[in-house]
Antibody, heavy 123, light 108 residues
Framework: QVQLQESGPGLVKPSQTLSLTCTVSGGSISSGSYYWSWIRQPAGKGLEWIGRIYTSGSTNYNPSLKSRVTISVDTSKNQFSLKLSSVTAADTAVYYC???????????????WGQGTLVTVSS | DIQMTQSPFSLSASVGDRVIITCRASQSISSYLNWYQQKPGKAPKLLIYAASSLQSGVPSRFSGSGSGTLFTLTISSLQPEDFATYYCQQTYSTLPLTFGGGTKVEIK
C-alpha cells in the first residue's frame, strides 16, 4: 500500500520561497503510470490543485500559480517536491501531496494522499 | 477554468436519512467527475470516480450519478461516520483540475 508523507518548514516569511517534499513509500515513484500532485487547502476553505508531475517527468501547473510554481522529482530518494516562490499570506494553507491513478486514458482520480502539512506565511 | 458548483453549502440530517448532494459543472465534462469525503484534520478520501464507480472499500450506501454538467452523490442511509465535508472534482481534459466548494453534512 503506497503511502505519502509531506515534510518541510511550517513557517515561511513573505516574499520567500516555500519548499515542501513528499516522500513516497510502499512503491517506486518511477514505476507505473501515475500523476504526482500537490493540492492545498486554506483553513476552512476548499481544495486547490497546484500542479502535477508525471512518471515521465513532465509537469503541468495551475495557470493561477504557474509563474511561481516548480514541481520536481528525485527518483533516487523516491520523492517529489514543490517550490512556490514570492509567497504571501494568501499562500497560507495545508499542503497535500497525492498520487493520481487514471481512467478513460487520462482522467485522474486522487487515490492516495499524504496527511497534509500546514504552512503559514508570516513575518 | 471549469467551475464546479456544489449545493447545498451545508445540510443537517439524521442517522438513517437519505442525503443527496449536487455538483454542477460550468461546461460539459462527460463522466469525468470524482467525489471525495473529508473529515476534520484529515486528507480527503476518494469515494466515487468516473461519476458512478465506487472506489474499492467504500460502503455501498454511497453512490454517484450524472453526466454532462449535473452530478449527484447519494448516501442512501446516513451513518454516524458519514458526517463530513464532501467535494466533487472534475478531471476533464482542460487543466486546471478543479474542485467544488464542498458540502458539509452535519448532525441534526
Amino acid at each position: 500500500q503506497v503511502q505519502l508523507q509531506e515534510s518541510g518548514p511550517g513557517l515561511v516569511k513573505p516574499s520567500q520561497t516555500l519548499s515542501l517534499t513528499c516522500t513516497v513509500s510502499g512503491g517506486s515513484i518511477s514505476s507505473g503510470s501515475y500523476y504526482w500532485s500537490w493540492i492545498r487547502q486554506p483553513a476552512g476553505k476548499g481544495l486547490e490543485w497546484i500542479g502535477r508531475i508525471y512518471t515521465s517527468g513532465s509537469t503541468n501547473y495551475n495557470p493561477s500559480l504557474k509563474s511561481r510554481v516548480t514541481i520536481s522529482v528525485d527518483t533516487s530518494k523516491n520523492q517529489f517536491s514543490l517550490k512556490l516562490s514570492s509567497v504571501t499570506a494568501a499562500d497560507t494553507a495545508v499542503y497535500y501531496c497525492a498520487r493520481a491513478g487514471t481512467y478513460y486514458g487520462d482522467a485522474e482520480y486522487f487515490q492516495h494522499w499524504g496527511q497534509g502539512t500546514l504552512v503559514t506565511v508570516s513575518s | 477554468d471549469i467551475q464546479m458548483t456544489q449545493s447545498p453549502f451545508s445540510l443537517s440530517a439524521s442517522v438513517g436519512d437519505r442525503v443527496i448532494i449536487t455538483c454542477r459543472a460550468s461546461q460539459s465534462i462527460s463522466s469525468y467527475l470524482n467525489w471525495y469525503q473529508q473529515k476534520p484534520g484529515k486528507a480527503p478520501k476518494l469515494l466515487i470516480y468516473a461519476a458512478s464507480s465506487l472506489q474499492s472499500g467504500v460502503p455501498s450506501r454511497f453512490s454517484g450519478s450524472g453526466s454532462g454538467t449535473l452530478f449527484t452523490l447519494t448516501i442512501s442511509s446516513l451513518q454516524p461516520e458519514d458526517f463530513a465535508t464532501y467535494y466533487c472534482q472534475q478531471t476533464y481534459s482542460t487543466l486546471p483540475l478543479t474542485f467544488g466548494g464542498g458540502t458539509k453534512v452535519e448532525i441534526k
